[in-house]
Every structure is written in C-alpha cells, then in structure tokens.
C-alpha cells in the first residue's frame, strides 16, 4: 500500500513563493519518474513539470524560469519551488509518481494542496 502526503500549499501574494512537497510512503520497491500538475476552477488538470529517476526535467512554458522541480530520493519526496507567483497559477496541485511495489508499478496521486495567489 502506497500513500502519497502534500504539504506546503497556502495563500501569497504576486510575485511571492511556495514550496510543495510530496512525501511517498508505504511498501516501495522503487520510484520512477514523479510529477506535479495543478487544475484550475472550470479548466482541465495540466502538467506542470515532471522529474525522471535520473533527474531529468521537463516543465510546462507557463513557469519554465519561475518553478524548480526536485526530488529526494533517500526520502522518497518531491518538491516544488515556485518563485514569481502569478494570480493564473491559483490551482490545487497534486503529485503524481509511478511506484514499483511487489504488486507491480503502479500509479500514484496526492490528494492536493491549494495555491492561492492573490493581493
């Protein structure tokens, strides 16, 4: 059984920072590629950066240069540190990760955490 716990959401204002965090526990044999998306009222759930094993990243345009994503494999956690905060990044964001347990490799979501970004 895997659980995965977000932390670090909250209200800030324009420009300010946040920092996510995603803490996977459980029976874990591995942990593949990891990832954090947010979904904004009325719209669709969107990719807003991935991280592989081997810490190779990928982001969303919209916060390439504001967002850093990172992971800690020793904790089994991934993080987000988001700078530049603007009002169109107010979401909920979840983190996603595919883990290897003696079931097989399955695939993983955080319940979310809400951002808020606003004056």
């Known amino acids: 059984q895997v659980q995965l716990v977000e932390s670090g959401g909250g209200l800030v204002q324009p420009g300010g920072s946040l920092r996510l965090s995603c803490a996977a526990s459980?029976?874990?044999?591995?942990?593949?590629?990891m990832g954090w998306y947010r979904q904004a009222p009325g719209k669709e759930r969107e990719l807003v950066a991935r991280i592989t094993s081997g810490a190779i990243t990928n982001y969303a345009d919209s916060v390439k240069g504001r967002f850093t994503i990172s992971r800690d494999n020793a904790k089994n956690t991934m993080y987000l540190q988001m700078n530049s905060l603007k009002p169109e990044d107010t979401a909920v964001y979840y983190c996603?990760?595919?883990?290897?347990?003696?079931?097989?490799?399955?695939?993983?979501w955080g319940q979310g955490t809400q951002v808020t970004v606003s004056s």
């Open positions: 459980g029976s874990i044999f591995s942990i593949n590629d």
């Open positions: 996603n990760t595919h883990i290897r347990t003696r079931l097989g490799l399955g695939d993983y």
